[in-house]
Nanobody, 120 residues
Framework: QVQLVESGGGLVQAGGSLRLSCAASRSIFSINAMGWYRRAPGKQRELVAALTSGGIRNYADSVKGRFTISRDNAKNTVYLQMNSLEPEDTAVYYC??????????????WGQGTQVTVSS
């Protein structure tokens, strides 16, 4: 198992920046992929950015060029640097970790979420 704790959310004006952190309770070396999802009011949860243990990054089209996902293995922490924020980025952001136990068994874990509000 792994516990995830997010931090760094808050209120920011459009054009501003925030950095979200996701601290894992175990070494992220053993976690196959970590990512950030978000759920805006009235919308479904969507993938924002993901980072595999092999260093492959994947971003939603809406955040490409503005958001960057990274990790600090020594701190067991994954970050989401968000620049040029837009009101449409307002959402609860969730950290996710996926551990591949076998081809047919992937364990997923979620953090509690952190609110990001971008004012216009």
């Amino acid at each position: 198992q792994v516990q995830l704790v997010e931090s760094g959310g808050g209120l920011v004006q459009a054009g501003g920046s925030l950095r979200l952190s996701c601290a894992a309770s175990r070494s992220i070396f053993s976690i196959n992929a970590m990512g950030w999802y978000r759920r805006a009011p009235g919308k479904q949860r969507e993938l924002v950015a993901a980072l595999t243990s092999g260093g492959i990054r994947n971003y939603a089209d809406s955040v490409k060029g503005r958001f960057t996902i990274s990790r600090d293995n020594a701190k067991n922490t994954v970050y989401l640097q968000m620049n040029s924020l837009e009101p449409e980025d307002t959402a609860v952001y969730y950290c996710n970790a996926q551990i591949v136990m076998s081809v047919s068994n992937i364990q997923g874990y979620w953090g509690q979420g952190t609110q990001v509000t971008v004012s216009s």
